[in-house]
């Protein structure tokens, strides 16, 4: 038998009104890949992060490598062999690929100035075909996710852990990460893979162990004769007649969406009609344009040519309210960042749309938005304690219901979705599917882009095939199958690239300068050139603003400033926020006034400054143990702390000496 590599033994952790694991025992050897399966909401998580460390559970006992886990300590977990790649990518969105490989080694064991060198040699054997100096932020989620993958490995684990690794890949970055995987496996990795993507789990695990509300269902090999009908089964206790609800026939010739000559950066002459009750797919790999298409005709991303109309009449494109005016409405695959309202409650995630139809006389009906919210909940199935509960604490399936619900009581004629099950599990795969289909406006259409040939072939009446932005194929009727999609975008490799002309390359430059903030060197070129323009005109109204003792004294006005952009700058690379920076710079200000004075001893001017530290010091200790330990929201909490500050250093202001 093969060496044990992970064993969980008797662990358990608990919620407030949840438990999330109930006496769970698993193991893992060296060399396999032991699969991970349980609905949305079954533990699966919870589980990953007590075998990284990054939790405590209230009973059991972790071992990685032979070696007792006694405290959650992920750089312990480390440094025992286990390496975890998470589905929401641990990377620092603002920083370059280097940089965050950089952050993921021991101190000192790679020298800082050669760390883009170091990258790139770390990179190379991955053949991902991006640049070490590119800021992760730009990268598109396939390539974040192998980033993820490439600095989960750099510690050559005996042990990795995949969360859905594949939640955001395509055909070939599932083909790709699926040959790393099988590598690892080979030189003796154990891998834990966690995945709604059943096929993948047939295709990779050596073993499966389903988890269910908390509870160990069991664990079997898996072999040959091995079903997706089997293992959806015993995932969701229950039998699963047909996970795709039946198609809706012959689709008569009757225009809803009409797209002609649409053009962008990423994809070129886009022209296609959506009719009355058809479900229309996008396919490709990433990075074919069909997503940017897909965006640009609800006018969340720029076209620079072509027409849409919906019903008859003409779209605006340009932004995303235009469209949903119009008729157009998209739900983005970027569900926690652009189809979801974290810090609301379900019925506010499902109603903001049409709180209009709730209102009288200006004043809105409680009851009647309740009444609303509750019978979608019902209609769609979706599983939460109370209406009010943060969409956040909902599962990712939930969440999807909510976030269609919500687009489906719209009146929109033409739904766009884009990955409608990411990161979806089996059980809630199939409810979303029905609901789609049921919910199919009978004057309305849906055209759906979707990484997985399988969910395009079971769901979609008529399939576009995409390369390199351009539709290439269209399949109806019988082709409209697994094989046939694949083979489709495999075969039109060859398609011409959009927006390979002068006019294209310039236009690019052009969006780039105007909205490039993303690009970190853009806002440093505006800065520069506004920095230029005013002195320049200050250095000719007078002659002494470029003096020496000019310089000297703007640079000692600017330097309290500076050191509190880059306090800020930490705070923000850790998606923080804090507001009472500039009333404790008040508040010390008045200190210093009273415990650094010119004449002063030197020793009473040290701990003068020391005191003025120890201000900031305090404050910062109470705005982060409220924030993290007492999880109150960080603006509520530096805006009381705004309040405080400022009234003490009013109190004190009067009271200066001299």
Not at 373 to 398: C, H, Q, Y
Not at 493 to 522: E, H, P, Y
Request: aromatic share 6%; with cysteine; net charge negative.
């Amino acid at each position: 038998m093969a060496d044990i590599v992970l064993k969980m033994e008797s662990v358990s952790k608990s919620y407030p009104g949840v438990k999330a694991l109930d006496n769970f025992s698993f193991d893992v050897h060296a060399g396999e890949v032991h699969a991970i399966l349980g609905e949305n909401g079954s533990g699966k998580s919870t589980l990953m992060k007590i075998a990284s460390g990054a939790i405590t559970p209230n009973a059991g006992r972790i071992e990685i490598g032979g070696k007792h886990l006694a405290h959650a300590d992920p750089r312990e977990a480390i440094s025992y062999g286990l390496a975890t790649v998470y589905q929401d990518d641990s990377l620092v969105r603002e920083l370059s690929v280097a940089q965050n490989l950089f952050l993921a080694t021991p101190k000192g064991s790679v020298p800082y100035g050669s760390m883009v060198r170091w990258a790139e040699e770390q990179l190379a054997p991955f053949n991902l075909g991006i640049s070490p100096t590119t800021a992760v932020g730009n990268l598109t989620p396939a390539h974040r996710q192998f980033v993820e993958v490439v600095k989960a490995l750099l510690s050559n684990p005996r042990v990795l852990l995949l969360d859905e690794p594949t939640s955001t890949l395509d055909y070939d970055g599932v083909a790709h990460l699926t040959s790393l995987v099988r590598d690892l496996t080979a030189k003796g990795t154990g891998v834990v893979y966690v995945s709604h993507r059943l096929p993948e789990i047939l295709d990779l695990a050596n073993r499966v162990t389903i988890l269910r509300d908390g509870v160990h269902e069991g664990t079997f090999d898996v072999t040959d004769d091995t079903s997706e009908q089997e293992l959806v089964s015993r995932m969701i206790g229950r039998d699963v007649e047909s996970e795709y609800p039946a198609k809706a026939g012959q689709i008569e010739p009757d225009p809803v969406l009409v797209v002609d000559g649409l053009s962008g950066d990423a994809f070129e002459d886009i022209s296609f009609v959506a009719n009355r009750g058809e479900i229309v797919g996008f396919a490709c790999a990433e990075g074919n344009g069909q997503r940017e298409a897909l965006r640009a005709i609800a006018g969340l991303e720029a076209s620079h040519s072509g027409t849409v109309t919906c019903k008859g009449k003409a779209v605006d494109v340009t932004e995303p309210r235009h469209a949903i005016r119009s008729g157009v409405l998209c739900l983005s695959a970027d569900r926690a960042g652009e189809s979801i309202f974290p810090d609301l409650g379900v019925r506010k995630n499902m109603t903001l749309p049409r709180l209009r139809d709730f209102a009288r006389r200006g004043l809105l009906s409680n009851r009647q938005e309740q009444d609303h919210a509750a019978t979608m909940r019902d209609e769609f199935g979706v599983v939460t304690a109370t209406l009010e509960t943060p969409i956040s604490g909902l599962s990712g399936g939930n969440q999807q219901k909510v976030v269609l619900a919500r687009s489906f009581r719209t009146d929109a004629k033409a739904v766009l979705i884009d990955e409608p099950t990411q990161g979806v599990d089996a059980g809630a795969r199939h409810d979303i599917y029905q609901a789609i289909r049921t919910n199919l406006r009978e004057d309305g259409t849906l055209v759906i882009n979707s990484s997985d040939a399988q969910e395009l072939a079971g769901i979609c009446d008529r399939v576009l095939v995409f390369s390199r932005g351009r539709i290439v194929a269209e399949l109806t009727g019988q082709d409209v199958n697994e094989e046939q999609i694949v083979s489709s975008f495999l075969r039109a490799r060859d398609a011409k690239q959009a927006g390979d002309t002068a006019a294209g390359m310039m236009s690019r430059v052009f969006r780039t300068l105007i909205s490039g903030s993303n690009i970190w060197w853009v806002p440093l070129v505006f800065l520069a050139a506004l920095t230029l323009v005013v002195g320049g005109y200050a250095a000719l109204q007078t002659d002494v603003f470029l003096r020496h003792v000019n310089i000297r004294y703007i640079l000692l006005a600017t330097a309290p400033a500076a050191m509190v952009a880059m306090a800020q700058l930490h705070v923000l690379l850790v998606r923080g926020l804090d507001v009472s920076v500039g009333s404790m710079m008040s508040l010390t200000v008045v200190a210093a006034s009273f415990m650094i004075a010119f004449q002063m001893p030197i020793g009473m001017q040290i701990l003068g400054v020391l005191g003025c530290l120890a201000i900031g010091a305090v404050v910062g200790l109470i705005n982060g143990t409220l924030v993290r330990f007492a999880n109150i929201n960080a603006v509520i909490t530096t805006i009381a702390m705004l309040s405080v500050l400022q009234g003490a250093a009013l109190l004190g202001g009067p009271h200066l000496p001299g």
